[in-house]
């Protein structure tokens, strides 16, 4: 059975840093990856998604990262800004239109 | 536009009511799908529609009910339901099964 983890459930940062955020998975047999973004009380904000066959996928200052052998994803965001302050959520594709979730990390950044 | 809408945005129902939520896309998307997201918990798959039928029931009560008119609507109907049906309730789309989903902004659904 898919599992999917994150981990820290929570994260506090000073503004400016670089941070990475982990995602782990059980079953290397997945389709794709996905990283969402969710903001309280609001819908969820596709960030990047990483097919199988990729290692890496990068949008502005985010960068993630696939490594299928170990189970393991990262999202790198760089030069952290106080509107990145969300909770951010992985998802693998186990099977069609199936998606296996993460809990999610918290993520916090301070002025 | 990798928009999705949903409307409305709060609803408040008692247990004998009924109400629908809806959901748009105007991607093209031939998959739409309901999600049920509670509180501080990552969303729940409900139902999947793929080119507007039904291939996708996670053993949801009869209560809601789906229904995908066409290919860039699709609703979910809702009777008699419980407390603890509260929850944000999520649409999304996608171009196929295994592609990006994207997510509408949800309908935040309080059950007196």
């Known amino acids: 059975k898919q599992e999917v983890t994150q981990i820290p459930a929570a994260l506090s940062v000073p503004e400016g840093e670089n941070l990475v955020l982990n995602c782990s998975f059980t079953d290397s047999a997945i389709y794709n990856l996905q990283w969402f973004r969710q903001d309280p009380g609001k819908g969820l904000t596709s960030l990047l998604l990483?097919?199988?066959s990729q290692r890496e996928q990068t949008s502005g200052r985010l960068n993630a990262s696939l490594d299928k052998s170990s189970g393991r994803s990262t999202l790198y965001i760089a030069a952290s800004q106080p509107g990145d302050s969300a909770t951010y959520l992985c998802?693998?594709?186990?099977?069609?239109?199936?998606?296996?979730w993460g809990a999610g990390t918290k993520l916090i950044i301070k002025p | 536009d990798t928009e999705v809408t949903q409307t409305p945005k709060h609803l408040v129902m008692g247990m004998t009511n009924k109400k629908s939520l809806k959901c748009e896309q105007h991607m093209g998307h031939r998959a739409m799908y309901w999600y049920k997201q509670k509180a501080k918990k990552p969303p729940e798959l409900m139902f999947v529609y793929s080119y507007e039928k039904l291939s996708i029931n996670e053993s949801v009560p009869s209560r809601f009910s789906p229904e995908c008119p066409n290919s860039s609507l699709l609703n979910l109907h809702l009777h008699a339901l419980q407390p603890e049906d509260s929850a944000l309730y999520l649409c999304?789309?996608?171009?196929?099964?295994?592609?990006?989903?994207?997510f509408g902004p949800g309908t935040r659904l309080t059950v007196l």
């Open positions: 999304a789309s996608s171009q196929e099964g295994t592609s990006e989903k994207y």
């Open positions: 998802a693998v594709e186990h099977s069609n239109y199936q998606l296996i």
């Open positions: 990483i097919q199988s």
